[in-house]
Each structure stands twice: as structure tokens, then as C-alpha cells.
């Protein structure tokens, strides 16, 4: 893992907007494929960054839904990924410069920071319209939320 000099205060800004944002009422985490991807990247990502700088969870009772738990409740033509899924069931334009994630990671490398937050942008907006979708079409029985804080919080 690569331990920048402002990852532990990204995760101190990720928890300040956490706290101030979120709340168990009304809001929840969404994320797509977020844990499993491969093993999980964003959620794993997280949790392995806050241990690297001892830093405290920054979602304790936040609940969390997977928009990838939802795509076969819709006719993807069997597209999974979140741009094709996003593509075939909402198709507005987005500001991404990327074809897909792989040239993201090349943007990382190559230190692209203007062009992988602009990746990163376009990736919160479809899932937040995946998201909409998800609450207004899939039965409440199969929307499956979990709550992120660990039992010993």
C-alpha cells in the first residue's frame, strides 16, 4: 500500500463530512461493489488506510447499500460494470474523460490528479442515480442494507 502524507488527514476530512453529513435517520453510504470487487477496493481500501494511520472508522452507525446488489432486478443485457449498467438504465453524459477504470489507474500513476477526480466525480453521480433508480423499482425486501460500524464501537 502507498502511505501518502495526506492520507491521514484525507481520512480526518473524510470523518469531519462524515459526521456533519450523514446520520442514521435519513442518509446511508452507497457504494457500487465497493466491498467485493475483486476482493473489495473501496470499503477494504478504507478500512486498511484508517489501520496504516491509526485513525478511528469514520462511519460508525452509517448504513450501506451495494447498488451492484440491484442490477440483475434490472434488463442490463447482461452488463454489469457500473458505466454500462449506468449507460443502459439512466444514459445521461457525464463528465468523465475516461473510457473505463483502467485508464484511471494509469491516471494515478502517472499523478493525472485534475482527470481521476473528474473519474471520481462521474463514478459518485452514476451510482447516486443508480442509487434513485434502486429506491424507487427494486422491492424494499431485496434492498439490502448493513450497518458499518463494528461491533466493538
Sequence with gaps: MIVTEYEEALLGVL???ARNRL??????????????????FDL?????????HDVAWPFPNIAYADVFE????FDTHDEKGL???YDELVGKASCDPFDDSKEAIEAFENGEWESLL?????????????AILAE???PRSDFKMKNLQPPNQ
Design 118 to 130: 473528474l473519474h471520481n466525480l462521474a463514478d459518485i453521480q452514476r451510482t447516486l442515480q443508480l
Design 23 to 40: 446520520d442514521d435517520d435519513r442518509h446511508y453510504l452507497t457504494g457500487y461493489n465497493g466491498e467485493t470487487w475483486k476482493g473489495g
Design 83 to 85: 458505466v454500462g449498467v
Design 15 to 17: 470523518t469531519t463530512v
Design 136 to 138: 424507487r423499482y427494486v
Design 44 to 52: 477494504p481500501y478504507l478500512r486498511t488506510a484508517c489501520i496504516s
Design 70 to 73: 440491484f442490477v440483475d432486478r
